[in-house]
């Protein structure tokens, strides 16, 4: 596993770690450590969105190599 890859696979982690602190007690961290709205919240969102594409890839890239091995 490649540097980038565990950089991107923490940062998803991250990310669901506060999507289930929404979920279960309606408490978003980011926006408390950084402020609602804020560029730095905004740049956030961003770079876990960009993550967990980057592991979707990841996944469909091992499945094709399994396959046509």
Excluded: P
Aim: glycine share 8%.
């Amino acid at each position: 596993m490649s540097i980038i890859q565990k950089i991107a696979l923490v940062i998803t982690i991250i990310g669901a770690i506060n999507w289930g602190l929404v979920g279960i007690f309606d408490f978003n961290l980011v926006e408390f450590l950084f402020s609602k709205g804020s560029i730095l919240t905004r740049i956030i969102y961003i770079l876990v969105c960009i993550s967990g594409l980057f592991n979707v890839a990841l996944l469909f890239m091992r499945n094709r190599h399994k396959i046509m091995e």
